[in-house]
């Protein structure tokens, strides 16, 4: 089993930055694949953001340029940096780990965090 922990969500203007973090604990050689996922109010869940244990990375048109996913191996971790932030990435952001390829699309995550939330004003 694998357990994810989010942390880093908060509220900025618009412009600003975040850099979310989640940890992996449980069996973590069981995953290949990490990433982010993001649900706003009445919206549908949309990926976000992933990234290969071998260090492939991917990611959602709307975010590619602003957002930059990265992983500490060693310590089990999996971060997404966001910059240029906007209104329209107010959302609880997903970790999710998966245990099979492919990283992308995200079509077949099995390990869900409880998500953090993220608030972005103009």
């Known amino acids: 089993q694998v357990q994810l922990l989010e942390s880093g969500g908060g509220s900025v203007e618009a412009g600003g930055s975040l850099r979310l973090s989640c940890v992996i604990s449980?069996?973590?050689?069981?995953?290949?694949?990490m990433g982010w996922f993001r649900q706003a109010p009445g919206k549908e869940r949309e990926a976000v953001a992933a990234?290969?244990?071998?260090?492939?990375?991917f990611y959602a048109r709307s975010v590619k340029g602003r957002f930059t996913i990265s992983q500490d191996r060693a310590n089990s971790m999996v971060y997404l940096q966001m910059n240029g932030l906007n209104p329209e990435d107010t959302a609880i952001y997903y970790c999710t780990a998966a245990r099979s390829l492919p990283c992308w699309p995200m079509s077949d995550y099995n390990y869900w965090g409880q998500g953090t939330q993220v608030t972005v004003s103009s």
């Open positions: 449980g069996n973590t050689n069981s995953r290949v694949c």
């Open positions: 990234i290969h244990t071998g260090g492939s990375s």
